[in-house]
């Protein structure tokens, strides 16, 4: 047999759920890129079927999953012989089904069930769609408790942590009698640390970073979907200018690591080098700095706990002259402390925020409400939330329906 050959045979499959979106894409990169250590088995997107047709043409899954019923026609006339197509929204289950890591690409509420049935499947979840881990978080923690299941974090931050927490208990030889160092080698699951005093999540303060409120009653689409340093989709776009992203990452931070709300604090740091930090109990503090590109993190998540050799998380030092660091303006960016109170609150809160916070995403993408109406939509929509518990997958689609609703209304109320 030759290397090439061998090399094949032994391809870890990747299920990449959302292959057509700014992660899915940078995912079959990191595919490429790894020489035949990682093979896509199947690829999903929602509607963008030229693209997803292109996908398989040059990456061969098994099997090829469109959402919505509308596109299919077009692949089931163009795919390669010999590759399966599933239509409708079983495609997501059915993807999610094939390889041994599921890279979750889908953006939105909408990849809860690749989360949950990825990990309940014991597979490993290379986790990018942190909105079901938010929505979802008793029936996601639930799941991961099921043998075989992990998340491996792709959100740079959360990705950044866990190599600090990884790089302590890599040198910890002895096996340690506190409960911290056990969850550390544990693969993160969720207890607290007693070493670690703080994590601290970088932000890059988005596009407007210094700004007041009152300078942002105009914004426009094209200024809110610029953003200083990455290139990503739509709603992570617009999450990143109002914070909203950030206070998600707290919750996602929060639901990963185990660590409570007071030891999580968001530092904004322009260059996004820095992609977060850990604070330790005597104040030593790890931060793992890199590119900002996602492909690092994403080429991580697949090859934990090895690495393999890649061009694009390397920095040169000789033009990095300097590391700013910052605070958020609580007053101008209101929706990080929002997200701060929904993840204090628990239960169904943080899926309130969640679904009130996509509508009111989408609204403002459609031109219905302004820019600074994103926080209002989801504070009131928040405020009107009835708290409930969390118990399985049907409480969580019934708060999530009922928010979206609310803040529908209140989006419409609000809209001039
Ligand atoms: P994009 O909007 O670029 O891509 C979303 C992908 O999901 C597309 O493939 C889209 O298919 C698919 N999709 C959308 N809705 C559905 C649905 N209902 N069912 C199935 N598939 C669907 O998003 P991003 O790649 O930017 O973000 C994806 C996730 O990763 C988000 O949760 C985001 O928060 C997270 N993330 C993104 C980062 C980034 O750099 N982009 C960084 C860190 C986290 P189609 O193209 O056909 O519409
Ligand atoms: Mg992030």
Redesign the pocket.
């Known amino acids: 047999m030759s290397d090439d050959q061998q090399r094949t045979k032994q391809a870890k499959k990747v299920a990449v759920?959302?292959?057509?979106?700014?992660?899915?894409?940078?995912t079959l990169d990191v595919i490429s890129a790894s020489q035949g250590e990682f093979e896509a088995a199947a690829l999903?997107?929602?509607?963008?079927?030229e693209?997803?047709l292109e996908q398989a043409k040059k990456y061969r899954p098994e099997i090829v999953g469109?959402?919505?019923e509308s596109?299919a026609d077009f692949l089931r006339e163009n795919l390669p012989e010999n590759t399966e197509l599933v239509v409708g929204?079983t495609?997501?289950s059915a993807g999610s089904s094939f390889g041994d890591t599921v890279l979750?690409?889908?953006?939105?509420f909408?990849?809860l069930e690749v989360t949950v049935g990825t990990l309940k499947a014991g597979k490993r979840l290379a986790l990018?769609?942190?909105?079901?881990l938010i929505a979802g978080a008793p029936i996601v923690q639930s799941a991961r408790a099921f043998p075989g299941a992990e998340i491996v974090p792709?959100?740079?931050e959360h990705c950044a942590i866990h190599q600090c927490l990884k790089a302590m208990s890599a040198v910890s030889e002895a096996p340690s009698r506190n409960t911290a160092d056990v969850s550390v080698r544990d693969s993160f699951k969720p207890l607290a640390p007693t070493s670690v005093s703080r994590l601290l999540i970088t932000a890059s303060g988005g596009p407007f970073y210094g700004r007041k409120k009152s300078d942002l009653a105009k914004v426009t689409l094209d200024e809110a979907l610029t953003h200083p340093t990455?290139?990503?989709?739509?709603?992570?776009?617009i999450?990143s200018s109002t914070l909203m992203?950030k206070g998600?990452e707290v919750i996602e931070a929060h639901e990963l690591f185990g660590v409570p709300y007071d030891g999580i604090e968001v530092v904004v740091h322009r260059q996004s080098i820095i992609h977060s930090m850990v604070e330790f109990c005597d104040g030593a503090v790890i931060a793992q700095l890199s590119s900002p590109d996602?492909r690092l993190?994403i080429g991580y998540a697949l090859s934990y706990p090895d690495r393999f050799s890649h061009p694009y998380g390397k920095l040169d030092f000789t033009q990095l002259n300097r590391l700013d660091f910052g605070v958020p303006d609580p007053d101008t960016f209101g929706s990080l402390a929002l997200a701060y109170e929904a993840g204090r609150m628990g239960q169904s809160a943080p899926a309130c925020l969640n679904a009130a916070n996509e509508i009111a995403v989408q609204a403002f993408l459609d031109s219905k409400i302004s820019w600074l109406q994103i926080e209002e939509v989801v504070s009131e929509t928040l405020n009107r939330h009835n708290l409930v518990k969390l118990t399985d997958i049907d409480d969580v689609l019934y708060v999530d329906k009922e928010a979206r609703e609310m803040a529908e209304k209140i989006a419409e109320q609000l809209a001039p």
Request: proline residues 4%; glycine residues 12%.
């Open positions: 759920i959302g292959s057509t979106g700014s992660i899915g894409k940078q999903v997107a929602k509607s963008n079927a693209l997803l469109i959402v919505e596109a929204k495609a997501l979750n690409a889908v953006v939105g909408a990849g990018a769609n942190k909105e079901s792709v959100d740079s990455w290139n990503m989709g739509p709603k992570i776009t999450d992203n998600l996602m993190p």
